[in-house]
């Protein structure tokens, strides 16, 4: 339905920031709400942060709330996840998602039931 393509991790200092972008082929992802999910070592995928078509609306994990801003730029057709004051806690693989439904990925934020996954990418924070 449309493909997902995870950038922009890497190895950054506790306290710093970086940005992951999320882009898509075969569709156009502006006609999805997105959401981004990461999972840490040895530990299983949680949810981040979800926004709607548009933006309008935006959804936040408790743990990342003040730090990570999720962001969509419709002209791109690109969404965002800015993460400032990164912790080693943050350590994860990062992926967006993508589904129709905001129900499914802001209320519901199911792992095995969304329209697309991207393959992941790699967040590492040092202390």
């Known amino acids: 339905q449309v493909q997902l393509v995870e950038s922009g991790g890497g190895l950054v200092q506790a306290g710093g920031s970086l940005s992951l972008s999320c882009a898509a082929s075969?569709?156009?992802?502006?006609?999805?709400?997105v959401g981004w999910f990461r999972q840490p070592p040895g530990k299983g995928r949680e949810f981040v942060a979800a926004?709607?078509?548009?933006?309008?609306?935006?959804v936040y994990a408790d743990s990342v709330l003040g730090r990570f801003t999720i962001s969509r730029d419709n002209a791109k057709d690109t969404v965002s996840l800015q993460m400032n004051s990164l912790k080693p806690e943050d350590t994860a693989v990062y992926y967006c998602?993508?589904?129709?439904?905001?129900?499914?990925?802001?209320?519901?934020?199911?792992?095995?039931?969304?329209?697309?996954w991207g393959q992941g990418t790699l967040v590492t924070v040092s202390s």
């Open positions: 926004i709607s078509w548009t933006g309008y609306s935006t």
């Open positions: 998602a993508a589904d129709q439904t905001w129900v499914n990925i802001a209320i519901t934020r199911g792992n095995d039931t969304l329209d697309a």
């Open positions: 075969e569709d156009t992802l502006s006609r999805y709400c």
